[in-house]
């Protein structure tokens, strides 16, 4: 079993709607969650990081938390065509000075 | 601006070559790492380091080796390159801390043939 697993996709969402995009994880003592965003040949930037149980908002995004369920979850509201990416979920890893695990990350792509 | 610089954008080696991949970063982060990407596999962690002289393993630590003689320098060696390391390799720095982000180089495309 993989540490951080995400549906690879595509999700495809029209323009407008709202892009949901999910992970889980497997280690319980994973303390942080980060969301990147990936353009197609870039790397990735960071978007959100997470570390309470609950929502976060920063303009279009929430990112939403609950370690009971080990689960960690990406709203992007009034989603854009330029949001289309892959978007890759990150735990940092309870030992070892933040250490990042990745998931595959998750092709997001938004019509017009 | 932040900024981690990795050496080459794109790298064409032959198999059984020594291959330095260099990253430098000026924010004097404390973490640095070393990730691979692949279609499909996300990024996986090859090395990381926390500090000079130190290293740890990642999850795919076969066939690379790692030095840190600098706090701003990370380089990752291939020490025999084989063609099932052709992929993108990832430099990454981040501050120590619980939920520092983690800033990313630009990417070297490595092919080996």
């Known amino acids: 079993q993989k540490e951080v697993e995400q549906n690879s996709g595509p999700l495809s969402v029209p323009e407008g709607a709202i892009a949901s995009l999910n992970c889980t994880y497997s280690d319980r003592g994973s303390q942080s969650f980060f969301w990147y965003r990936q353009y197609s040949g870039k790397s990735p930037e960071l978007i959100m990081f997470i570390y309470s149980n609950g929502d976060k908002e920063d303009g279009r995004f929430t990112a939403q938390l609950n370690k009971a369920s080990q689960y960690v979850s990406l709203l992007i509201r009034d989603s854009q065509p330029s949001d289309s990416a892959t978007y890759l979920c990150a735990a940092g890893h309870p030992v070892g000075y933040n250490k990042l695990i990745f998931g595959a990350g998750t092709r997001l792509a938004v019509h017009p | 601006d932040v900024k981690v610089t990795q050496s080459s954008r794109y790298l064409v080696k032959r198999t059984g070559e020594k291959v330095f991949l260099e990253c430098v970063q000026d924010m004097d982060h404390e973490n640095m790492f070393w990730y691979r990407q692949d279609p499909g596999l996300g990024l996986r962690l090859i090395y990381f380091?926390?500090?000079?002289?130190?290293?740890e393993k990642g999850d795919i630590p076969e066939g690379y080796s790692v030095s840190r003689e600098k706090k701003e320098r990370f380089s990752l060696i291939l020490e025999s390159a084989s063609t099932n390391q052709t992929s993108m390799y990832l430099c990454?720095?981040?501050?120590?801390?619980?939920?520092?982000?983690?800033?990313f180089g630009q990417g070297t495309r490595l092919t080996v043939v």
């Open positions: 990454a720095s981040s501050a120590l801390g619980g939920d520092t982000e983690a800033f």
């Open positions: 380091s926390y500090d000079v002289k130190m290293k």
